[in-house]
């Protein structure tokens, strides 16, 4: 089992920045892959960010590449999701998820390929 807590979400205006980050317990030497996803109101829950547990790839939505930048600390088991330029549409409930998995890049970012998940935390963008 392993066990996610994120933090470090809130409000921020448009083009501010916000870091989120994930603590992760447990079996953590069975993870393979981290990633972060969010969900809007109404929306289905979309894929952000990953990163291989081991060797640091990581990969992208297109729509926060240059903006958004994952990242972990093997020694705090802990991964960040850095976040600049933020945008309204940037507005979401952030999970932070774990696989065991050994995940290509492109499936890096499908949620059905995850067996664990954070409780969110909230990220509101506001003009």
């Known amino acids: 089992q392993v066990q996610l807590v994120e933090s470090g979400g809130g409000s921020v205006q448009t083009g501010g920045s916000l870091r989120l980050s994930c603590a992760v317990s447990?079996?953590?030497?069975?993870?393979?892959?981290m990633a972060w996803f969010r969900q809007a109101p109404g929306k289905e829950r979309e894929g952000v960010a990953g990163?291989?547990?081991?060797?640091?790839?990581?990969y992208y939505a297109d729509n926060v590449k240059g903006r958004f930048t994952i990242s972990q600390d093997i020694a705090k088991n802990t991964v960040y999701l850095e976040m600049n330029s933020l945008k309204a549409e940037d507005t979401a409930m952030y999970y932070c998820?774990?696989?065991?998995?050994?995940?290509?890049?492109?499936?890096?970012?499908?949620?059905?390929?995850?067996?664990?998940w954070g409780q969110g935390t909230q990220v509101t963008v506001s003009s």
């Open positions: 998820a774990a696989s065991n998995r050994v995940l290509i890049s492109r499936t890096a970012l499908v949620d059905n390929l995850y067996h664990y």
């Open positions: 447990g079996d953590t030497y069975s993870t393979k892959w």
């Open positions: 990163i291989k547990a081991a060797g640091g790839t990581t």
